[in-house]
């Protein structure tokens, strides 16, 4: 079953917009009958096979990697505060929607400020979410970025971290994020960044062959060879001077020296991150112009965009009285 009674209090059809009962274990549209499996505590509005499905493979398989609470160290804590702008006292007590929640790192981190979080992914990742998870005020649901089945202005904050630059449509995913949004609430949203520099990151290279490649088969290589690219790129990032530029060509993720992580801890980011490089079917960097003009479009005001750790953009809905002026 879901996790009733909050869920089904902001859950709408997708396709006509009206609420959902529970009956036999699914949820049924009160309006034009269509029914939703939830499987294992989880609406699931979508098919498991689809575009996301790397997404769902690595997140299960380094379910813990990136949560706080396994690493010992509050990198997906420090990353959240820093790109939303929020605070823990701001959250507490808030409904919060985490859109592309992969393993859940970012919805652990709000969870622990008091907030109520729903947590939405368009791949399997929603599992290992759930798992990592076992928390009263977490709700999963597995949905099409395109077609959240929410109540409009049901949240009061929105969030969606290294997601949308995977997703077909960017502009149509970002503007999305907003309709849950309550008036006065708070959207935050970040994407790859694109510069003329995005043509020397290996990502960029390597994915017109990587992608063509069986994910499984994807994932066995970079595991394999990770370990030796990790031992060059640290060699090469020795060198004098020009050593950790230079470092950013070798074709693997290196957090040594930027995250407080052990050995056996970097090597597991590396594979997971490397992995996250080339597999995905979509890869949309975006200018910074671009960004802010989607979220004006949908709306919002006090748009602001900044690179802090990805092209960042934050905005909010204004006010209900403000609309009427």
């Known amino acids: 079953m879901t996790s009733a009674p909050l869920l089904l209090d902001v859950l709408r059809c997708p396709r006509c917009t009206a609420s959902f009962s529970e009956r036999d ?7 034009c009958g269509a029914t939703v499996p939830v499987v294992d505590g989880i609406p699931r509005f979508v098919a498991a096979e689809n575009y996301a499905a790397s ?3 690595q997140w299960n398989r380094f379910r813990q990697t990136q949560l706080d609470s396994c690493s010992g160290a509050p990198i997906s804590r420090d990353r959240f505060f820093r790109q939303t702008g929020w605070s823990e006292a701001a959250l507490a007590g808030r409904r919060v929607l985490d859109v592309g929640c992969g393993a859940g790192r970012f919805a652990e981190v709000a969870l ?56 077909p449509d960017v502009e149509r995913a970002v503007k999305a994020l907003a309709a ?27 994915r017109p062959l990587t992608t063509r490649v069986d ?14 690219l990790l031992r060059a790129s640290n060699a090469v990032g020795a060198i004098p001077v020009v050593g950790l530029q230079l470092r950013r060509f070798v074709p693997v993720a290196n ?45 919002l005001t006090g748009v602001e965009v900044f690179r802090s750790d990805h092209l960042t953009g934050r905005g909010r809905k204004p006010p209900a009285d403000a609309s009427r002026n």
Do not use: M
């Open 25 to 31: 274990g699914s949820l049924r549209c009160e309006g």
């Open 55 to 57: 997404f769902g493979f």
């Open 112 to 167: 622990r400020a008091g907030a109520t979080v729903v947590a939405v992914d368009y791949s399997t990742a929603v599992d290992a979410c759930r798992a990592n998870l076992p928390h009263p005020n977490l709700h999963v649901v597995q949905a099409d970025i395109y077609a959240l089945p929410f109540a409009p202005a049901s949240f009061d904050y929105v969030y969606s971290l290294g997601v949308v630059q995977h997703t």
């Open 180 to 206: 849950p949004l309550k008036a006065g609430g708070e959207l935050v949203v970040d994407v790859y960044q694109k510069h003329w520099r995005a043509w020397l990151h290996p990502r960029t290279w390597l």
């Open 215 to 228: 994910g499984q088969r994807l994932f066995r290589t970079v595991e394999r060879l990770t370990p030796a």
């Open 255 to 299: 957090y040594t020296g930027i995250l407080p992580l052990s050995p056996a801890q970097l090597q597991e980011w590396a594979v997971l991150d490397t992995y996250d490089w080339l597999a995905p079917k979509f890869d949309q960097p975006q200018t910074p112009e671009t960004l802010a003009r989607w979220l004006s479009d949908a709306g």
